[in-house]
Each structure stands twice: as C-alpha cells, then as structure tokens.
C-alpha cells in the first residue's frame, strides 16, 4: 500500500521565484539603466545589481568577464535572469524583462 | 555637480542641437538624467563621454564616443534615436513615435560606403567617403549619407545631391 504524505499546497510559482537569482550590470550615468532599475524596483523583483563604471581594480575586471560571458559586446544593461535557465536581456526591453521574469 | 549645471547643460545641447538641425529626446527628465552623466563623465574623465557606454578614461582609446559620439548620425538614420537616446529623429521628438532600444553599434563593421568606385576620386574623400551638396546653400560635408538636415540652412536631407564634376 502506497502511503501518502500530507502535502500542503505550495504555489511553486512563488518557490522559483525565492530561488531565481537575477542580476543587473549597469552604469551609474546611463539613462536605460536608470529605467531598467526603476522597472524591477517598481516591480517588486528581487535582484542585485552592481555599477561597473564605479568598480575598480579586480572587482571591475571581474564584473566585465562576466557581463562579457553573457553578452560579448559588454553593453549596458544587461540583466541575467537564473531560474534553471539563464536568460540575458540586454538593453531596456521592458516586454522582453516580463517575459523571462514572469510579470 | 548640481542640477543647475545639468540644467545649464540641457538649455545649450537643445539650442545647439536645434540650431545644426538635431532634435535631443523630448522627455526632459530622461535628458536631464544624461546630462547628470554627461557631466560625471567630464569630472572623471576630463571629457563628455558617452553615459551609455563604459568608457577607458583615456582619451585616445575613447574619442569615438565622447558626446556627440561617432554613431549618432547612423544610429539616427537606422533607429531614429543615437544609443543614450538623447539624440532622436524629429518624428520622436514630436511625439509622432515612441523610442526603440537601439543596439551597440561600437565595434561593428560600418556599411561599406557606396558602390564599388571605378570612377577617379571625384566626389569622394582620398579615404573614400562622398561628398554631398546642399542643392539649397552649397553646404559640403563628406560622410556616408547626407544630414537628415542641413547644419546651416536646415532644409531636409532630400535636398542634397552627390557632389562631383560635371
Ligand atoms: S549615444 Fe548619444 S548621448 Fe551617447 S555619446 Fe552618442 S550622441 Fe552622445
């Protein structure tokens, strides 16, 4: 006899969302990055970001590999959405920001 | 650098940009933001470069992109807006249409310019470039494709025509 567990009901949408990670590179002084960070504050994302033009030394170095991994051209900006896939958007796209993060 | 300099900045770009036939974006917060950037950009650097774009802080390595960058006038022709958007086409800065995201177009290979030339140098630059006639005031500039207005009498680009001997 197959025993059954009691499983509450979880929303499993909501439990990717804990795990997705997703990140934004930026420029302090770019208009678009400005817009992209507004559009993922405004709606409620959980993300991190750095400005690579205020990085130095080895933590600017590194930031450009790993724009430069996602996007050769190492434009900004560029977000990396991880939630099993990895998905680059690159540019203010904000239909194509719903899309890969599901808004 | 304050918000009166990024103002400052603002009033001269858009009469400059309008006296040479150029339209800057006409959202005035986005465009204020740039100027921000703009102006951060000259304290780091010592020159406007792009705000859009990581720049190297040497001025050899970046003259391409200090402010008006190389690909503005392409950029305008392909997209309507250069890649910060603070430059655009009349259509957007009328609000006839919206601005689209325009690609890095830095370290790409330029159209080639023309057809293959079988003709000697006339009309073209010794590197290859045409030049181009403002049929209205006589106006010579030699780039890939004519202004999309006259710098000087401010007629549309259909007005001009390939310079060269008769
Ligand atoms: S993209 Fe626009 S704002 Fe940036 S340097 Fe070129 S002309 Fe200036």
Known sequence: ?103 | MTSDEARALYERLKSEAEGAGYFLNPDVDFVLDLMAGLLTNEERYGYQACPCRLAEGVREKDLDIICPCDYRDPDLDEYGACYCALYVSEEIALGQKEVEPVPERRGTEPEPVGEEQEEPLVGFTRSGMPVWRCKVCGYLCARPQPPLKCPICKVDRDRFERFAWP
């Open chain 1, 1 to 103: 006899m197959a025993r059954s567990f009691p499983v509450g009901r979880v929303d499993l949408s909501k439990e990717v969302v804990k795990l997705r990670k997703v990140k934004l590179y930026a420029l302090s002084t770019c208009g678009w990055c400005r817009k992209t960070k507004r559009f993922l504050d405004a709606n409620n994302v959980d993300y991190e970001y750095e400005y690579v033009d205020l990085l130095t030394g080895n933590d600017k170095v590194r930031a450009l590999a790993e724009v430069e991994q996602y996007n050769p051209r190492k434009s900004f900006p560029t977000v990396v959405v991880q939630n099993g896939d990895t998905h680059v958007v690159i540019g203010y796209k904000e239909s194509r920001l719903r899309e890969v993060l599901g808004l």
